[in-house]
């Protein structure tokens, strides 16, 4: 199956960590990546390579993954880190992107 | 800096054709190491892929979608094209075209969106 699942929801108080799973059988030989959306926006790349950063994002952000899941970790977080997460990947048997289901954050 | 920005309208009648076009500035479509893709997002739901191509015309589509799908390249505009025939209310979406890395295995770079709606 080439679908990542996401809890639709978390919260986090404001400066403590949160973290944000995606779990599919593509994650077990391709990378995962996430990206942050805020609303009326278009998405934007926060880790790849299961935990590189782009640059201009800050190091609260960090990836890790093991065996079929991946996770997001913000660490402090920071009221403008409310937003969607995406989670994605490629199913390599059809070289196709698959995108979770996505995870609303909210700050407290 | 790379740029893409979507163009087309933002009403297509129910059972027409959507026709949209991803031009890319700051940085060449005749790349290797680049797939050039378009994702869609229906109204408060999260991400569909929709297809990716190459600089020389390789093609993947959504197995949900190909039937009604066809994706195109012009290097000579740096420009990539959607056209999704009879199209329904259910492919009221934003759509965006993005930049897909096939190093890192991750669309880096996206366009802003468009809003397309289908009307009956």
């Known amino acids: 199956s080439s679908e990542l699942t996401q809890d639709p929801a978390v919260s986090v108080a404001l400066g403590q960590t949160v973290r944000i799973t995606c779990q599919g059988d593509?994650?077990?030989?391709?990378?995962a990546s996430w990206h942050q959306q805020k609303p009326g926006q278009a998405p934007v790349l926060v880790i790849y390579a299961k935990n590189s950063r782009p640059s201009g994002i800050p190091d609260r952000f960090s990836g890790s993954s093991s065996g079929d899941t991946a996770s997001l970790t913000i660490t402090g977080a920071q009221a403008e880190d409310e937003a969607d997460y995406y989670c994605t990947s490629r199913d390599s048997s059809v070289n196709h992107p698959v995108f979770g289901t996505g995870t609303k954050v909210t700050v407290l | 800096q790379l740029q893409l920005q979507e163009s087309g309208p933002g009403l297509v009648t129910s059972s027409e054709t959507l026709s949209l076009t991803c031009t890319v500035s700051?940085?060449?479509?005749?790349?290797?190491?680049?797939?050039w893709g378009w994702i869609r997002q229906p109204p408060g739901k999260g991400l569909e892929w929709i297809a990716n191509?190459?600089?020389?015309?390789?093609?993947y589509y959504n197995p949900s979608l190909k039937s009604r799908l066809t994706i195109s390249v012009d290097t000579s505009k740096n420009q990539f094209s959607l056209r999704l025939t009879s199209v329904t209310a259910a492919d009221t979406a934003v759509y965006y075209c993005?930049?897909?890395?096939?190093?890192?295995?991750?669309?880096?770079?996206w366009g802003q969106g468009t809003l397309v709606t289908v009307s009956s």
């Open positions: 700051g940085g060449s479509i005749s790349s290797s190491l680049w797939y």
């Open positions: 593509s994650l077990r030989n391709s990378y």
């Open positions: 191509i190459d600089y020389s015309g390789t093609t």
């Open positions: 993005a930049r897909w890395a096939k190093q890192w295995l991750t669309f880096d770079q």
